[in-house]
C-alpha cells in the first residue's frame, strides 16, 4: 500500500498531522477565494485557484495516507462510506428541521451525533 500508514505510532506522526491541517486550511483557502473570483466573474482566476484548491487537497490526503488517517481494509473501508451515508442523511433531515422550526419561529435545540445545535427562532411574520 506505498506509503499507507508509515508514520502512524512514530514521533513524526504528530507534525504529519499538523501537515495535513495545514494542507486542508491551504485547500479551503484557494476554494473559498475561487468562489469570490467566480461571484466577480473572473472564469480564468477561478480555474487557476481551483487548480490550487486541488493540489493542496492532494497534499493533505498524502499526509492522512502517511498517518494511515483513513482505513487500508476494504470492510472498514466500506464502514466508513457507510458511515458517512448516515451522517449525510441525518444532518441533511436534521437541518431541515432546525429550518422549518426557526420559519416558525420555535426555539429549541437539535442534537446531531454529539453535537447539540441551539437555535433562537426568528418572530412569525
Ligand atoms: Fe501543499
Keep these: 500500500m506505498g506509503v499507507y500508514g508509515k508514520t502512524k505510532g512514530t514521533e513524526l506522526e504528530s507534525f504529519v498531522n499538523m501537515a495535513v491541517s495545514a494542507e486542508s486550511m491551504g485547500g479551503m483557502m484557494y476554494y473559498a477565494l475561487s468562489d469570490i473570483a467566480e461571484r466577480f466573474g473572473l472564469k480564468d482566476v477561478v480555474e487557476q485557484l481551483t487548480g490550487l484548491g486541488n493540489q493542496e ?29 448516515k451522517a449525510v442523511f441525518m444532518g441533511g433531515r436534521a437541518c431541515e428541521r432546525v429550518r422549518g422550526n426557526a420559519r416558525r419561529g420555535r426555539a429549541g435545540r437539535r442534537r446531531i451525533g454529539s453535537t447539540e445545535i441551539r437555535f433562537a427562532g426568528t418572530p412569525p411574520r
Excluded: C, Q
Design 57 to 85: 487537497m492532494r497534499h493533505a490526503v498524502y499526509y492522512a495516507t502517511l498517518n494511515g488517517k483513513y482505513p487500508g481494509d476494504t470492510e472498514s473501508f466500506w464502514k466508513v462510506i457507510h458511515g458517512i451515508g
